[in-house]
């Protein structure tokens, strides 16, 4: 995500939200946020699965409540959410948890390849198309490590 000059000038920093389909303690998430953080260049913020949520594609929770709890992740503003990815980007997005809308979401950094059929059933996928739906910059990220 690129910065302009206007950003730097009113000290507002873009807002990332990151989630996934691994879980708010999957390596590649922490990894990612832990990037994102060290630049110092963005407000980030997680709002990811309490637990693996693989291959779910884009389903929602509909027979029961959501919950979410605070989780520490230095330098990120971090919940953990009872529910799937699209669920969790949709939680990051609805302001109930964080006061403003993210200018970017990040899903991943996925364990596995997500290309072909593959992207059909991944959670990681949904968590940035729901963010599409809603009209907010998205990206998955996948690395078949």
Not at 14 to 19: A, D, K, Q, R
Not at 60 to 81: K, N, Q
Not at 117 to 142: H, L, Q, W
Request: some cysteine.
């Amino acid at each position: 995500m690129a910065i302009n000059s206007e950003d730097r000038i009113s000290g507002e920093r873009p807002i990332i939200l990151v989630t996934n389909d691994d879980g708010i303690d999957a390596p590649g998430l922490r990894s990612l946020v832990r990037v994102l953080v060290s630049t110092n260049l963005y407000d980030v913020r997680v709002c990811a699965p309490d637990s693996e949520k693989s291959a779910v594609s884009h389903s929602i929770i509909w027979s029961r409540p959501l919950t979410a709890h605070r989780v520490e992740i230095e330098g990120a503003e971090a919940y953990a959410v009872s529910g799937t990815p699209a669920d969790c980007t949709g939680l990051g997005l609805s302001e109930a948890l964080f006061p403003s809308l993210p200018d970017l979401v990040l899903s991943g950094i996925n364990v596995g390849s997500n290309c072909g059929y593959n992207i059909v059933y991944s959670g990681t996928v949904a968590g940035a198309r729901e963010a599409f739906i809603y009209d907010v910059p998205s990206a998955s990220i996948s690395y078949d490590w």
